[in-house]
């Protein structure tokens, strides 16, 4: 399966690591599918983060975004990359296991099946139980429910 998204690309120099984490979680909240900050270096050797924030190709969509991403950044400039990207059907359901719900998203395609609990779910059982993220997957694979 294919679809098309929009990649906004911006650099910002003057931004704390604070205020990019800040922008970065607002975004995700008010519905980018993703986004990510890679170092980079600007001219004059200043460093400086790359900002990708990845939303729908729709008009509306991208205009809204853009908007968001000046009112959580310093940036004075978007560039706007229009992408086709080949992707797997995903579904997502929920397991009612001894240790309270967890969910599991699951994805297949292009000859490939495969799953994945969600992390909220089980950094919920880790916590409680006092053991790790991969004893709290374990569990949840060994109590058989499927």
Do not use: W
Not at 50 to 78: C, H, N
Not at 104 to 118: I, W
Not at 119 to 138: C, F, N, T, V
């Amino acid at each position: 399966m294919k679809d098309r998204v929009c990649e906004f690309e911006c650099n910002i120099d003057d931004m704390t690591a604070e205020e990019l984490a800040f922008a970065a979680e607002q975004l995700m909240a008010h519905g980018a599918r993703d986004v990510s900050m890679t170092p980079i270096q600007m001219k004059k050797g200043r460093p400086a983060t790359m900002l990708t924030v990845m939303t729908s190709d729709e008009e509306d969509e991208k205009q809204r975004m853009a908007g968001l991403i000046f009112k959580y950044t310093t940036t004075i400039g978007i560039r706007e990359v229009i992408s086709e990207r080949y992707i797997l059907d995903r579904s997502e359901k929920t397991l009612d296991t001894p240790y309270g719900p967890v969910r599991v998203k699951e994805v297949s395609g292009y000859g490939v099946s495969r799953y994945k609990y969600e992390y909220e779910d089980l950094a919920r059982i880790a916590s409680e139980r006092g053991i790790s993220l991969a004893e709290a997957r374990k569990l949840v694979e060994e109590s058989g429910v499927k």
